[in-house]
């Protein structure tokens, strides 16, 4: 299982370009890299996945350099409603068994 | 829309007592997870079960033991509740996997054992 870390917390002002940035040195070949939120209260809930380069949704974009040793969650105009723990999970999308969710980034966006 | 239940939001229960917590998704999805949530340590994997009847062990299932009769519900099981099982239990659900993996979280179940 290739291990994560990421940033406990960060804080960020409403309006301002938030990146996350998620360290996976041992990923291995077949390993995608996906991140989910988590609202006070909620469960998870999938925000993208990527394999290299960049994907960008509705929600966020990821960027993947090509060593894939580490990738960056980007969210623009954060909104204090963006207030979430994310989470970066790397591991092979056709195994169940394989995806771990670490202790997550405890986002704070302030007014 | 896709939805995962949990039977409870709240629980409270004593010491010794044995603890069912029920999970029920609306998705005809094959796998079904269940996770608990402690501060700083994310979530952890409890089990999961990939059709009926079936379960695989995850990284910490001292302590529990799971069944699946019907493919949308996925109860977790504390035969002995102990106070170390205080914590916040997550159900999810999925797809088998593809390229793109998706899992379906339930609102959550906050156990407390006194």
């Known amino acids: 299982l290739a291990k994560t870390t990421q940033p406990i917390s960060m804080d960020s002002y409403e309006g301002q370009e938030v990146n996350i940035t998620c360290s996976h040195n041992?990923?291995?070949?077949?390993?995608?890299i996906t991140w989910y939120q988590q609202f006070p209260s909620q469960g998870p809930r999938f925000i993208i996945q990527?394999?290299?380069t960049k994907v960008t949704n509705e929600v966020a974009s990821l960027f993947i350099p090509a060593d894939r040793k580490s990738s960056t969650l980007s969210l623009p105009r954060v909104s204090l409603s963006d207030t979430a723990v994310y989470y970066c999970l790397v591991g092979v999308t056709y195994n169940n068994n394989d995806m771990r969710f670490g202790a997550g980034t405890r986002l704070t966006v302030k007014p | 829309d896709v939805k995962v239940t949990q039977s409870s939001r709240y629980l409270v229960k004593r010491t010794g007592e044995k603890v069912f917590l029920e999970c029920v998704q609306d998705?005809?999805?094959?796998?079904m997870f269940w996770y608990r949530q402690d501060p700083g340590l994310g979530l952890r994997l409890i089990y999961f079960?990939?059709?009926?009847?079936?379960?695989e062990k995850g990284d910490i299932p001292e302590g529990y033991s799971v069944s699946r009769e019907k493919k949308e519900r996925f109860s977790l099981i504390l035969e002995s509740a102990s106070t170390n099982q205080t914590s916040m239990y997550l159900c999810a659900s999925s797809l088998p996997p593809t390229e793109k993996y998706e899992q379906y979280f339930g609102p959550g179940t906050r156990l407390t054992v006194t």
């Open positions: 990527g394999y290299k």
């Open positions: 079960s990939y059709d009926v009847k079936m379960k």
């Open positions: 998705m005809d999805h094959e796998n």
């Open positions: 041992n990923i291995a070949t077949n390993d995608y």
